[in-house]
Each structure stands twice: as structure tokens, then as C-alpha cells.
Nanobody, 115 residues
Framework: QVQIEESGGGLVQPGGSLRLSCDAS????????ADWYRQAPGKQREEIAS???????NYTDSVKGRFTISRDYEKPTIYLQMNNLSPEDTAIYYC?????????WGQGTQFTVSS
């Protein structure tokens, strides 16, 4: 059984940093590409960062230079390091592992950027 679980959400002040984790079990994550998505209140879910199984990374413009996606090559985990956060980053964050037609999603982790 495949299980995907995000963690690391909470409350952060503007300008602060946070690292999200996404743990996977039941799949060989090193064969999958991985993405982070987010869904802000009243908005559609959007892809913000991706990393291929070969380590190539891509980011949407709104997070470039502030967010970093990475893999843990010792554990089936991906991370999203987020710096210089603003209230516009408030959302539920989801990770996704994909390979061909297979997509595995977590339930999401919420964080709020507020003073």
C-alpha cells in the first residue's frame, strides 16, 4: 500500500523560513519524479516545484529564488525549503510522486504566514 505524508506546516512570521517534508512508503521513490503543489484559499491548486528522478529541478516564477526542492537520497523523502515567506504563501501544500500514468498524492500540510 502506498502512503504519502507531508509534514512541517504551522504558523510562520513574514520573512521567516520553513521546511516541509514528504515521506513515502510502498513505492521506490527514486524511480519517480516528485512535485510540490499548493492550494491557497479560494484558488486552484498550482504546481510550484518539481524534481525529476535524475535531479533536475524546476520552479514556478512566484517561488524562484526563495524555495528549494530536494531529495533525501538516504530516505524516501523529499523536502521543500522555503525562505523569505510572505502571506501570499499561505496555503495547503501537497506533494506528489509521479511515474507514467501513476500519481500518488499526500493529504497536504497547512501553513499560514502571518504576524
Amino acid at each position: 500500500q502506498v502512503q504519502i505524508e507531508e509534514s512541517g506546516g504551522g504558523l510562520v512570521q513574514p520573512g521567516g523560513s520553513l521546511r516541509l517534508s514528504c515521506d513515502a512508503s510502498g513505492i521506490n521513490v527514486w524511480l519517480y519524479d516528485a512535485d510540490w503543489y499548493r492550494q491557497a484559499p479560494g484558488k486552484q491548486r498550482e504546481e510550484i516545484a518539481s524534481v525529476t528522478r535524475d535531479g533536475l529541478k524546476n520552479y514556478t516564477d512566484s517561488v524562484k529564488g526563495r524555495f528549494t526542492i530536494s531529495r533525501d537520497y538516504e530516505k524516501p523523502t523529499i523536502y521543500l525549503q522555503m525562505n523569505n515567506l510572505s502571506p501570499e504563501d499561505t496555503a495547503i501544500y501537497y506533494c506528489n510522486f509521479r511515474r507514467g500514468t501513476k500519481n500518488y498524492w499526500g493529504q497536504g500540510t497547512q501553513f499560514t504566514v502571518s504576524s
